[in-house]
Every structure is written in C-alpha cells, then in structure tokens.
T-cell receptor, first 116, second 112 residues
C-alpha cells in the first residue's frame, strides 16, 4: 500500500526566502506525482504534475522534482511571498490492476506561513 | 476551459438525516470522477470513483453511496448520516488515469 509522507508538517519563513517542501512515497511504481495548494476551507488547486518519466517541472517561481528510485519529490518555491501562505499537498498516483482501481494517495500536507 | 462545481459549500445536518452532495464538470466529456473526504488532521481519503455513467467503484466500506446519472454529474449520498460522516468532501475529475486531477471547492459537512 502506498504511503506518502510530507515533512515538515508546518513551516514558517520570512518573505523573500527560498524554500523546499519535501514529499516521500513508499512505492516507486507511480504514474505521476502532483503538487497541490489548499487555502483554508477551500478545495485543492493543482500546481504541478510530474509524469513518472520526467524528473522536474517548472511553473513561475515553482519547481518540482521527482526521484522515483529514492521515492522523493521536492517543491521549490523561490522568493516566497505572503500570498504563498497555504497548505501544500503532494499526491502519488497508481493504478492497482488487481483491484481494478485507481488511487491518488495524498500526504497530510505542509502548512506554509510566509511572514511579511 | 474545464470547470468543476460542487454544492452546497457548507451543510449542517442532524444525525439520521439523508445527504445529497452534487458535483458537475463542464467543458469536457467522459471524465473520470472522484469523491474524496478530508478529515481534520488526516490526509485525503478516496471514497468513490467512476469511469462512466452508472459505473461506481467504492474504495472504503461506509455509510455513503455514490451515483453517476449523467456523464458529467456525480452525486454523493447517504440514507442516514452518522456523526463520523462529518468532514470536508471534495469532488475531482481527470481526463484519464494518468492525467492531472482537478478539484472542486469542497463541501464542509457537519453532522450534529
């Protein structure tokens, strides 16, 4: 069974700092890995999707990397801003052929606070 | 562009009452649809998924059921709510098994 862990659970940084959020998964047979942002009381906003054949994806100040062999992904945020404050979730996807089911397994998230 | 709608945004229901949460997707056809629940301090848990009209798969045995009466409509239901059904319910869609997942804004359900 896939398990996804995100460390740290919470992070507080001053504005302008570069930061890295970590995500680890136990089963390397993933289809893709996706990073989401969740604001309090809101749904999830997709940030970046990394296919299993890729090593990284970039969007603006965000860069996500994937190392399947070590079961790790990182989300790098450059020049952090107060508006980046939110909970960041990573999710690993896999199709379980035996059960015929698709599973997107989420970590519990890292709550980021960017202090002005 | 594609959009996903969920309603209601918040709901307070007494124990034993029925439940119906609705999710619709616009701008695409034959999406894979999912219902997730997010409980406080826990990760998102997949409840149901559907690959087509009338096709529902359940991941976790529970007091809930799902239906897909139309291609882009996904409904989460319960005949009698339990206190443990409280949580944040999220609907999501993908274009296939391997593609990006998009989520609705969620429904905060409180069972009292």
């Amino acid at each position: 069974k896939q398990e996804v862990t995100q460390i740290p659970a919470a992070l507080s940084v001053p504005e302008g700092e570069n930061l890295v959020l970590n995500c680890s998964f136990t089963d390397s047979a993933i289809y893709n890995l996706q990073w989401f942002r969740q604001d309090p009381g809101k749904g999830l906003t997709s940030l970046l999707l990394i296919q299993s054949s890729q090593r990284e994806q970039t969007s603006g100040r965000l860069n996500a990397s994937l190392d399947k062999s070590s079961g790790r992904s990182t989300l790098y945020i450059a020049a952090s801003q107060p508006g980046d404050s939110a909970t960041y979730l990573c999710a690993a996807s896999r199709l379980y052929s035996g059960a015929g089911s698709y599973q997107l397994t989420f970590g519990k998230g890292t709550k980021l606070s960017v202090i002005p | 562009s594609q959009t996903i709608h969920q309603w209601p945004a918040t709901l307070v229901q007494p124990v034993g009452s029925p439940l119906s949460l609705e999710c619709t997707v616009e701008g695409t056809s034959n999406p894979n649809l999912y219902w997730y629940r997010q409980a406080a301090g826990r990760g998102l848990q997949l409840l149901f998924y559907s690959v087509g009209i009338g096709q529902i798969s359940s991941e976790v045995p529970q007091n809930l059921s799902a239906s897909r009466p139309q291609d882009r409509q996904f409904i989460l239901s319960s005949k009698k709510l339990l206190l443990s059904d409280s949580g944040f319910y999220l609907c999501a869609w993908t274009r296939g098994w391997e593609t990006e997942a998009f989520f609705g804004q969620g429904t905060r359900l409180t069972v009292v």
